[in-house]
């Protein structure tokens, strides 16, 4: 038994009649008879009184009438919704992002989204980098804004760098660093640091060891926080001093003061990552409105990953 078996008998039980019935599914009279016939079959039971003038529904027919209906209803409707949520899926966008590093680069990507497509709509998560590569491959997230310090752990995804940004020191107005117009690594090697959690950014971990390793062997973090709010929090506190992009002084105001480094360091750069072979058309327009570029719809090679 199968949907077509209900669909055809509903239809006769409805009209009452096999040339009508016939004629409102769009099929010819022989088949009809046939799949009814089977389905009496099936069931073992006479759904149907037939005569050379009449066609009536017999008790069980009448019953079964009523199920078959429910159950036809019902699957229109899981269709439809099935269809209404793949519909909403390639108008919606899921995108992890990094608030500090983005700050500057996402409300610009969002305007440049909404005038290419204007009836899709963007779902923003404030996620770690953990989190959004987690999101990528597990498939809750169509795209990630991230600080590519350890791009090729993204491999199997589209990374494309957006931006750089200059790497700064943060600190607490009142510090004595405030009176420098850049700070030397060797003496920020001495200083106490926060930073971003070693669990959801690893990666900063091995950059700060990295950067400080010709003045330390281990450097003097004293706090790790989940997000970038919270560690300008920290820093403001007073509890450290902390490594980061320049755009996180739009999240920080006057609380706190940023300075350049001596010797300047590389700047962070600003990526996205996507699976650009499964790409809905509101995926790569977002891709492209954060690049500040035109989609390419037809684009679905990996460029090679860029590991600083």
């Known amino acids: 038994m199968d949907l077509r078996h209900l669909r055809y008998f509903v239809a006769v039980a409805e009209e009452l009649n096999f040339t009508r019935a016939a004629a409102r599914l769009h099929v010819s009279l022989p088949p009809l008879s046939r799949q009814v016939r089977d389905l009496e079959r099936e ?29 036809l209803r ?55 980098t953990q989190a959004m590569l987690r999101g990528l491959r597990e498939r ?30 943060a600190m607490h107005p009142k510090h004595r ?7 030397r690594l060797r003496d920020l090697a001495g200083e106490a640091l926060v930073t971003f ?6 990666e900063v971990h091995r950059g700060l060891a990295k950067i400080l390793a010709p003045y330390t062997r281990s ?10 709010v919270s560690l300008i929090a920290g820093v ?21 003061v ?12 600003i990526s996205v990552a996507y699976r650009a072979e499964k790409a809905s058309s509101s995926t790569l327009c977002f891709v492209a409105a954060a690049k500040g570029t035109e989609p390419k719809a037809s684009r679905r090679r990996r460029p090679p990953l860029a590991v600083p």
């Open 236 to 256: 403001e506190a007073g509890h450290g001093l902390a490594l980061l992009s320049e755009t996180a002084g739009r999240l920080a105001g006057e609380r706190l």
């Open 74 to 128: 019902r699957t229109d409707e899981a269709v439809e919704s099935m269809r209404a949520l793949t519909r909403t899926e390639h108008r919606r966008v899921r995108v992890g992002y990094a608030a500090s590093p983005t700050i500057e680069i996402l409300p610009r990507a969002l305007q440049r989204f909404h005038r290419m497509k204007p009836q899709a709509f963007v779902q923003l998560h404030d996620m770690s």
């Open 177 to 183: 660093f405030t009176r420098m117009q850049s700070v």
């Open 140 to 169: 809750t997230l169509d795209v990630a804004m991230f600080v590519s310090l350890a791009p090729q752990e993204f491999a199997g995804f589209t990374v494309e760098e957006i931006a750089t940004y200059p790497i700064r020191v």
């Open 197 to 202: 959690s070693r669990e959801d950014y690893p």
């Open 258 to 269: 940023f300075r350049a480094l001596d010797p300047e360091l590389p700047p962070l750069p």
């Open 219 to 228: 450097p003097n973090v004293v706090a790790e926080y989940e997000t970038a």
């Open 43 to 71: 069931l073992g039971i006479d759904l149907l009184v037939r005569s050379t003038r009449s066609v009536r529904l017999t008790e069980a027919g009448k019953l079964f009438q009523l199920e078959a209906t429910a159950i």
